[in-house]
Nanobody, 120 residues
Framework: QVQLVQSGGGLVQSGGSLRLSCVAS????????TAWYRQAPGEERELVAT????????????HYADSVKGRFTMSRDNAKNTVYLQMNSLKPEDSAVYYC?????????WGQGTQVTVSS
């Protein structure tokens, strides 16, 4: 069974950067969308970024929550079965547990979650 394994979280000062990684342990067929969510204590899970691929052109399309637009960048490396979330200009309100997820035609996959803490 394919698993998503996350890494790259931690503690950073306000204004700093982190890069989260999410590696799939195998190939996932029929991918519809790949996304990053986050959840802060006492709050609902928030969609941070999505990535969809256009197989006809080979281009990826990304979309971001307004709260992170211009600061976060989602990308993928198909050869490594990995998606990334580059987070720049981090703010204390970005502190949360971050989850990667893959929605395929067959099922959804979720990473284990990675804590990101931004100190002021």
């Amino acid at each position: 069974q394919v698993q998503l394994v996350q890494s790259g979280g931690g503690l950073v000062q306000s204004g700093g950067s982190l890069r989260l990684s999410c590696v799939a342990s195998g190939t996932i067929s029929g991918i519809v969308v790949t996304a990053w969510y986050r959840q802060a204590p006492g709050e609902e899970r928030e969609l941070v970024a999505t990535l969809t691929g256009d197989e006809s052109t080979g281009d990826d399309s990304t979309h971001y929550a307004d709260s992170v637009k211009g600061r976060f960048t989602m990308s993928r490396d198909n050869a490594k079965n990995t998606v990334y979330l580059q987070m720049n200009s981090l703010k204390p309100e970005d502190s949360a547990v971050y989850y990667c997820t893959v929605r395929s035609l067959h099922r959804d996959y979720w990473g284990q979650g990675t804590q990101v803490t931004v100190s002021s």
